[in-house]
């Protein structure tokens, strides 16, 4: 008898088909907001019956106002949410330079471009200098062992190249934003914690009964307009990497190729922390609100038509591909017996295995939200919608019945299998409302075994950890993590024969 199995998929599920990973997916929204999405918005605009009580909820001349898009006014909050919620994550995305500059190699080698030739012809070989010894932060800031960032090869070789003049014209200026942004992040990073140290604690000790004391406080901060906001607005000044590989690999000067090379170091540390709900956060309340703030309005509507846009514009292109993954995995499974499937991504890549109960836990590219009537439906010609689709946000627009009753369907087959499989979902604060769905399964009566597949997982047991801490579970037996490589085994076999081995005759 085959058992009952549940699937909860999340981005990670979808990079085998092309999909980016979510700072990568972050990067690309907002090069992309623009000219189409204005229209997008006003065509729904223009839905709104004049003579309707919804036509007072929006503001006066509506129908000529202006309609506004995420900028680089809005970065700053970018920076801030990152330094914020990610600030270990940068401090060791950084001190692991080489790391990310090694995968970039990797890429530029598709690409039949050996960058260190490339480096090394400019008048630096790899490995040949390191600034370990010479650039030393301030003690105070110094206590994350910064050498390693700084004596980093590929970091030195950049500090060398630009030492030298061997950067000229436009390219002298972008090597520097680059080496200075790469430092500035890291030292915004460094300075957050100790910040955050020094406005939680001024005190090494004091009396509880100075009631001025509580009034002493947040003294210290960090100017965000001046921590990594050049090289985020000259990353997203850029086209993205998929497109700027056909110019990279024509004929192009070897100064350039450096440069690009830094740069597509520069989009992959950024997508391995970029947090951007902060600055949705503060803009979604106005989609309910457009007469208060309509140009928050606007953003955060515009913001949702173009991750429609883009979404779907991958979809098609991968409709078209012979890709294959783990939805295609599943659907050859003839051993499993699926009972629900739920998913946090928008695309309908999951209708591949052919399954029956499919819930998009965080929206889908074929559903559409009413913000004025709070109700969730299918596209329509006639009332004015946006898509719906839940972000990297901490607010999501859960008090919808429709939405409600997904949650509650979910989570009683979930309650009903055997087992609950998790793939490529990360367990993320922003996804607070799916977390809390999983403790309820971990700590209940008996509690449910979740089994997470992850990626390339080199700390099993520090995965698992992390796990409980995100989802604040009191049951630690039920956690169960596997790490998975691109070729979709784990330990050498095919995943789905490690979760689902053949019986034993």
């Not at 994550?89 to 500059?101: E, G, K």
Request: contains cysteine.
């Amino acid at each position: 008898m085959s058992e009952k199995v549940v699937f909860l998929f999340g981005a990670g599920a979808e990079v085998p088909y092309g999909l980016p990973n979510g700072g990568e997916f972050a990067l690309e929204i907002f090069r992309l907001i623009g000219e189409e999405d204005k229209i997008s918005l006003r065509d729904e605009i223009k839905k709104v019956n004049p003579a309707s009580h919804q036509a007072a909820w929006f503001p006066k001349d509506y129908p000529k106002n202006r309609i506004h898009v995420f900028g680089k006014t809005n970065f700053d909050s970018i920076i801030s949410s990152t330094l914020e919620m990610k600030r270990d994550i940068v401090i060791y995305t950084l001190l692991n330079f080489d790391d990310i500059a090694n995968k970039v190699k990797k890429e530029f080698a598709n690409l039949n471009i050996d960058i260190d030739r490339v480096l090394t012809n400019m008048g630096c070989e790899p490995g040949s200098v390191q600034y370990g010894s010479l650039l030393i932060l301030n003690e105070r800031l110094n206590n994350a062992n910064t050498s390693s960032f700084f004596g980093s090869d590929y970091f030195s070789v950049l500090a060398q190249l630009i030492k030298d003049k061997k950067f000229t014209g436009d390219c002298y200026q972008d090597a520097s934003i680059l080496a200075r942004s790469f430092i500035e992040i890291l030292v915004g990073a460094l300075g957050k914690d100790l910040v955050h140290s020094l406005n939680n604690k001024l005190f090494d000790s004091a009396p509880d009964d100075l009631p001025f004391l509580d009034d002493i406080g947040g003294i210290f901060n960090v100017d965000y307009k001046k921590v990594g906001l050049d090289a985020l607005t000259f990353i997203l000044n850029k086209p993205p990497f998929t497109k700027r590989k056909e110019n990279i690999a024509t004929n192009i000067p070897e100064q350039q190729i450096a440069i690009e090379f830094y740069l597509r170091i520069a989009e992959s540390i950024y997508s391995n922390f970029v947090d951007y709900q902060s600055l949705i956060d503060s803009h979604y309340r106005y989609l309910y609100q457009p007469a208060k703030e309509w140009a928050k309005f606007c953003k955060i509507a515009t913001f949702l038509f173009s991750v429609h846009r883009y979404v779907k514009k991958l979809c098609q292109t991968i409709s078209k591909s012979k890709t294959d993954g783990y939805y295609d995995d599943i659907a050859a499974c003839k051993k499993i017996e699926i009972i629900a499937i739920g998913t946090t991504n928008y695309t309908n890549l999951v209708k591949r295995i052919h399954a029956d109960n499919i819930y998009f836990l965080n929206g889908s590219l074929d559903l559409y939200y009413d913000p004025y009537r709070n109700e969730i439906g299918n596209e329509d010609n006639k009332k004015f919608q946006v898509p719906f689709l839940f972000t990297q946000s901490g607010i999501k627009p859960m008090t919808s019945i429709r939405m409600s009753e997904q949650y509650i369907e979910f989570y009683n087959k979930c309650r009903n299998a055997d087992r609950l499989i998790v793939l490529g979902y990360g367990f993320n604060s922003d996804d607070g409302h799916i977390n809390t769905l999983i403790r309820s399964l971990v700590d209940s009566k008996p509690g449910k075994r979740i089994e997470v597949v992850a990626f390339k997982e080199n700390n099993i047991s520090s995965r698992k950890s992390q796990i409980e801490k995100n989802i604040r579970c009191d049951n630690r037996n039920s956690i169960h993590v596997y790490s998975v490589d691109e070729k979709r085994k784990i330990g050498g076999k095919h995943w789905l024969d490690v979760l689902f081995p053949a019986e034993e005759e």
